[in-house]
């Protein structure tokens, strides 16, 4: 069976003191067994002070990007050696601004995958359609495409350390919601799919989240279907009254 997690994408918010004033809400508030794993994602400029005051809780640290070489002259980019070394334990690679903003391909995204999982750091990798490609009716294209390419020469023991994310690019941020049909159709593909590239042990254990206007009003409908297996949360996760509901929902 597949593990819940629960994760909270920060995005570019939260200077030094806010991200402590939003995680000590959430310390409060999540109990030591919640039932699911909880995974907050801080700014790097805040992921040392987070990283500390969260020492003795079971919330995790994870970090929203990192650059695939071990060290070198990349100015302004983060190596996963720093991120473990603030306390890392999850890093979101290939999220759909990384991909359109940032202008990410597949085949980086991979590099990213390879690098953290050569660290011991644990991906949380992020896959899913735009609007237009869902009007035009290759959803499972896509998703094909950015499975297969994003975990290309990733071994199975390997693959059991990642976490996968399904978010619909025209969910994000815009308060719109896959209906719940329309999210497990396509986690049941991403399923199958990875039982196909590797085998249905690695198919059944793998933590499918979905990701995309998450909020407590949907989350509990959301994470009842059978191959959702928690939530990748953005604008809901800067609360830590909403983001402690999703949670809820999750322990369910
Ligand atoms: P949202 O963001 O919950 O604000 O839609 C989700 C994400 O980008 O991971």
């Known amino acids: 069976m597949a593990k819940m997690i629960i994760a909270g994408n920060w995005k570019m918010f939260n200077n030094i003191q806010?991200?402590?004033e939003l995680v000590s809400g959430l310390k409060r508030l999540v109990t030591a067994n919640p039932g699911c794993e909880v995974v907050v994602c801080p700014p790097f400029t805040?992921?040392?002070?987070?990283g500390n005051y969260l020492k003795d809780s079971p919330i995790k640290l994870g970090a929203q990007n990192m650059h695939f070489e071990e060290n070198g002259a990349f100015t302004g980019e983060i190596s996963a050696e720093m991120l473990l070394s603030v306390g890392c334990v999850y890093v979101i690679l290939g999220h759909s601004e990384r991909r359109a903003i940032f202008g990410e391909s597949d085949e980086l995204i991979n590099k990213k995958i390879k690098k953290a999982?050569?660290?011991?750091?644990?991906?949380?990798?992020?896959?899913?359609?735009?609007?237009?490609?869902?009007?035009?009716n290759i959803t499972f294209d896509v998703i094909k495409k950015q499975v297969t390419e994003g975990l290309a020469g990733i071994s199975?023991?390997?693959?059991?350390?990642?976490?996968?994310?399904?978010?619909?690019?025209?969910?994000?941020?815009?308060?719109?919601?896959?209906s719940p049909a329309q999210a497990q159709e396509v986690h049941a593909f991403i399923r199958n799919l990875l039982g196909q590239l590797y085998n249905s042990t690695v198919a059944a254990a793998i933590t499918i989240q979905y990701g995309g206007s998450v909020?407590?009003?949907?989350?509990?409908?959301?994470?009842g279907q059978p191959d959702i297996n928690g939530a990748l949360v953005g604008g809901a996760c800067l609360k830590a009254d909403s983001f402690n509901s999703i949670i809820e929902a999750a322990s369910k």
């Open 215 to 223: 909020k407590p009003e949907n989350a509990v409908e959301l994470l």
């Open 117 to 136: 999982l050569s660290k011991n750091l644990l991906p949380i990798f992020c896959i899913g359609e735009t609007l237009q490609e869902r009007e035009s």
């Open 18 to 20: 806010a991200s402590i």
């Open 156 to 178: 199975a023991d390997d693959m059991l350390k990642v976490v996968v994310a399904y978010e619909p690019v025209w969910a994000i941020g815009t308060g719109k919601t896959a």
């Open 46 to 50: 805040s992921l040392e002070a987070v």
